[in-house]
């Protein structure tokens, strides 16, 4: 091919007349282009996006057609909520233009709009808006934190209308984490070493927060997380449907020097008769709940696009576009909870303000589909963010043998890749201490070349997944109590295996065949495990200080190794909140009538996710949106 053409425009180029097609990895699909050209122009432009989001990404196409055929460049602007698809529509637009040119081209670089990535607010005027609503308690967003306001809600009789962008309500997760529940309490009964400090806990978000953090937010999630566990689980169990579990397990505790893990961890799970009922959600459960109260009531394919304010600079409602047919709502509320979630699909905002993150991640298709809305709308209203970027990424994405990390990487979900394993850089090395927090090994590979490593095991994987005894989500084996792991390893074996039929996880009898099917130094790569098996036999890291128990040697084939980077799941700084979770503008002052809850708030999370406290983010979130409207409840 000739030189690059970094604009990706059709201008001035000329190319083979004909119809061309390709494809790239959206956030749930492979979106398809096909595009016509006469000798010195696009003709015609399609887009499928039908496999996306179909309220967001899904709804996109025609408008990211007309965009690329009136601009004849494959440069078109994202669009806000559906970043992801449309960066994935632009690079499908790029390669069509490849393919037709017989040059290389390469989208321009979007460091202006990234810079600019607030933007101003919206200028929706009256005769805009065609449908008004009004209620006591407006709840945005239907997810981790809005369900749980719900409830709330439903339980103090409040009048409250939830809206949520997508055509469904999220799922309430496994993992919630919390301190002092009914379950915890009973598994420490018989397995002492499960207590909790709760001062101690404290003392260790804060430590990995390195003090940006409000320690008032972190000490209410410990005081009322245990009975917010009740709470919610408690209506999940009166259903008859469901029974919560206390994941009882902190590891060896012979060894937490740098392992220290806290058993926060409850999951609910169906009961046994309704396993095979898919209709059976949680999301199901709460719904029939609210009804019975019969004082919530929720819209859905509803999006936030600005915050309604008085005079004195009261949250007095907001302005919501209907997803169906794009209308504009004024809805009118008294309260105001977000529960929108972080900006992990807003390419601009995380360039702008994670670009860190954006150098380790891989795309997965399951992940955050939160585009910053929320975090905007509340920022035009006057609130603050934190002052310290953050993000909650788990070492489970991988990619091909012949691709590095980055944010237009796309790649496959890889929950083996917790596993503290031998991990060796593109140059064949060990580079650290392969057990941690997730995080910990993630900041260790940024600085690594290309931001990426090869998570290296032999056939006897099993045995050593049970004897790493790990915790928390990643954790393939039942607990020490009984409870149900989140995914076993015959679950997870089995996607391994699609892994490698796929080509993402090469499988060889040799080391030297593994190496070259990873693409790194065969020489280096060997010497390197032959010094790790050496440490394992003699029981001691002397390089990294791994513990003991998960020094595993490399030494019988069929061998494995894949390139990983992060599986990034949302982003964890947003607005600050004081602890009626009330938006504080820059003074530190309350903006009236306006609350946030989970990853569009802030204060709690900074530098690392804390995932050996299990499920923290989760319970978190639901902790503090039943806090914000008990405290609404209460005025």
Request: proline share 3%; charged share 25%.
């Amino acid at each position: 091919m000739e030189a690059a053409n970094t604009a990706a425009k059709a201008a001035g180029m000329t190319f083979t007349p004909g119809t061309y097609e390709a494809t790239a990895k959206g956030i749930a699909s492979d979106v398809k282009v096909t595009m016509t050209f006469d000798e010195t122009s696009i003709k015609d432009v399609k887009v499928d996006t039908s496999g996306e989001t179909p309220t967001i990404g899904g709804k996109i196409a025609d408008d990211v057609a007309k965009s690329i055929l009136d601009g004849q460049t494959a440069d078109i602007d994202a669009i806000a909520g559906a970043t992801v698809t449309t960066d994935a529509v632009k690079k499908a637009a790029a390669d069509c233009i490849s393919q037709a040119s017989g040059q290389e081209v390469a989208l321009s670089d979007d460091a202006a709009t990234d810079a600019d990535w607030l933007g101003t607010k919206p200028e929706i005027s009256d005769s805009d808006i065609t449908e008004e609503l009004s209620t006591k308690l407006l709840i945005v967003g239907l997810g981790t934190g809005g369900w749980p306001a719900a409830l709330a809600a439903a339980d103090a009789g409040i009048e409250t209308l939830v809206i949520e962008k997508k055509e469904t309500p999220t799922n309430v997760r496994e993992d919630i984490g919390g301190i002092g529940s009914k379950w915890q309490l009973e598994s420490i009964k018989t397995m002492p070493n499960l207590a909790i400090d709760k001062m101690e806990a404290m003392e260790d978000i804060v430590r990995y927060g390195t003090g940006y953090v409000d320690y008032n937010l972190i000490k209410l999630w410990a005081n009322e997380s245990g009975e917010l566990v009740n709470w919610i689980g408690g209506i999940l169990e009166d259903s008859g449907k469901y029974y919560m579990q206390h994941e009882a397990g902190v590891g060896d505790t012979r060894y937490q020097e740098r392992d220290k893990a806290y058993a926060t961890g409850h999951s609910p799970h169906k009961k046994d008769e309704f396993k095979d009922d898919k209709s059976l959600t949680t999301s199901a459960v709460f719904t029939d709940y609210c009804n019975a109260k019969g004082n919530v009531t929720f819209k859905f394919s509803t999006a936030l696009v600005e915050l309604l304010q008085d005079e004195s600079g009261k949250v007095t409602g907001v302005i919501a576009q209907d997803q169906t047919d794009d209308h504009y709502v004024k809805i009118l509320a008294d309260n105001v909870l977000m529960a929108t979630g972080g900006y992990a699909t807003n390419t601009s905002m995380m360039n702008a303000l994670q670009p860190m993150t954006q150098e380790m991640k891989v795309q997965c298709t399951k992940g955050s589909t939160c585009d910053g809305s929320g975090i905007k709308a509340m920022l035009w209203a006057g609130g603050q963010m934190d002052p310290i970027h953050e993000s909650m990424m788990f070492n489970r994405c991988c990619m091909k043998p012949d691709e590095t990390a980055g944010y237009k990487t796309s790649g496959e979900w890889f929950w083996f890749g917790e596993q503290p394993f031998l991990k060796v850089n593109l140059k064949g090395e060990r580079f650290c201490n392969e057990s941690g927090p997730y995080e910990f090994m993630l900041h260790s590979m940024e600085m690594q070349p290309h931001h990426t490593y090869c998570d290296i095991f032999d056939a006897n994987n099993k045995q050593y997944t049970e004897q790493f005894q790990e915790v928390g989500c990643c954790r393939l084996w039942p607990f020490d109590n009984g409870a149900l792991m989140n995914r076993d390893y015959d679950g997870v074996w089995k996607s391994n295996e699609e892994l490698i039929e796929k080509g993402y996880i090469v499988k060889a009898d040799t080391l030297e065949d593994l190496a070259k099917g990873l693409n790194i130094p065969v020489d280096t790569f060997v010497a390197t495990v032959e010094r790790y098996n050496e440490l394992c036999a003699k029981g001691e890291d002397e390089d990294y200080g791994k513990a003991p128990h998960r020094m595993t040697p490399v030494d019988t084939a069929p061998f494995y190794g894949v390139r990983t980077a992060a599986w990034h799941l949302t982003t964890l700084d947003g607005i600050r909140i004081n602890t009626n979770m009330q938006v504080i503008d820059k003074n530190g002052d309350p903006i009236e009538g306006l609350y946030a809850t989970g990853d569009c708030s802030g204060g709690f999370f900074a530098n690392n996710y804390p995932n050996l406290f299990t499920g923290l983010a989760c319970g978190r979130t639901m902790t503090f949106a039943r806090h914000a409207v008990n405290y609404i409840a209460s005025l």
